[in-house]
């Protein structure tokens, strides 16, 4: 099956900064990645996907790009605010099963 | 209706109680899923279900049993539970693969 890493496990930034988070996967047919954002007590919610079929998706303040050929894709947020701070999860796909990374908490510092 | 619901929000019971956790959903679904995550770690699929039939079981122990009665509802029966499986269980569901996993508010189990 797929296996995902993710890094870095803890990052501080300072408010406004921005943030980088990345994933590499292991399965070249994994086709969807997906992020998602939990907070403490939370369930976990998308923030933004991306399809093996794209390189770059933007919302907003938050972009993720995919390098098919490296399988690793990555998560930035610009302009950090303190409510961006929780922990970060990708995920790549093996048909309808997901598999996690490790998981980023970040703190945006005020 | 665009929401997950879990029911209980929360469950403590003994080694030897029985019982189940509930999970809703009215977005028309025809994938639903089971995990478990503990503190500080990521989702861990414990199963999924495809148009009500199980298609995946990820070796789970069979002290958890799960089933979809119907296209919106998905149960987790618990029995003879050890402390280790104390964590938050989350109910997710999506159309068919790959599509976004939508999760509910999740059931904090501890395990006494």
């Known amino acids: 099956g797929e296996n995902v890493e993710q890094h870095p496990s803890t990052l501080s930034v300072q408010e406004g900064d921005s943030a980088v988070i990345k994933c590499t996967y292991s399965?070249?047919?994994?086709?969807?990645f997906p992020w998602y954002k939990q907070e403490l007590g939370k369930r976990p919610q998308l923030i933004i996907d991306i399809r093996s079929n794209v390189g770059e998706k933007k919302d907003q303040r938050i972009a993720v790009t995919l390098n098919k050929t490296a399988k690793h894709f990555s998560l930035h947020i610009t302009e950090t605010q303190p409510e961006d701070s929780a922990v970060y999860f990708c995920?790549?796909?093996?048909?309808?099963?997901?598999?996690f990374g490790t998981g980023t908490s970040l703190t945006v510092i005020p | 209706d665009t929401e997950v619901t879990q029911t209980p929000k929360h469950l403590v019971m003994g080694m030897t109680n029985k019982k189940s956790l509930k999970c809703e959903q009215h977005?028309?679904?025809?994938?639903m899923y089971w995990y478990k995550q503990k503190a500080k770690k990521p989702p861990e699929l414990m199963f999924v279900y495809s148009y009500e039939k199980l298609s995946i079981n990820e070796s789970v122990p069979s002290r958890f049993s799960p089933e979809c009665p119907n296209s919106s509802l998905l149960n987790l029966h618990l029995h003879a539970l050890q402390p280790e499986d104390s964590a938050l269980y989350l109910c997710a569901s999506s159309q068919l693969a790959p599509e976004t996993q939508y999760f509910g508010p999740g059931t904090r189990l501890l395990v006494l």
């Open positions: 995920a790549g796909n093996t048909g309808n099963q997901f598999y």
């Open positions: 977005m028309g679904h025809r994938a």
């Open positions: 399965d070249s047919a994994s086709n969807y």
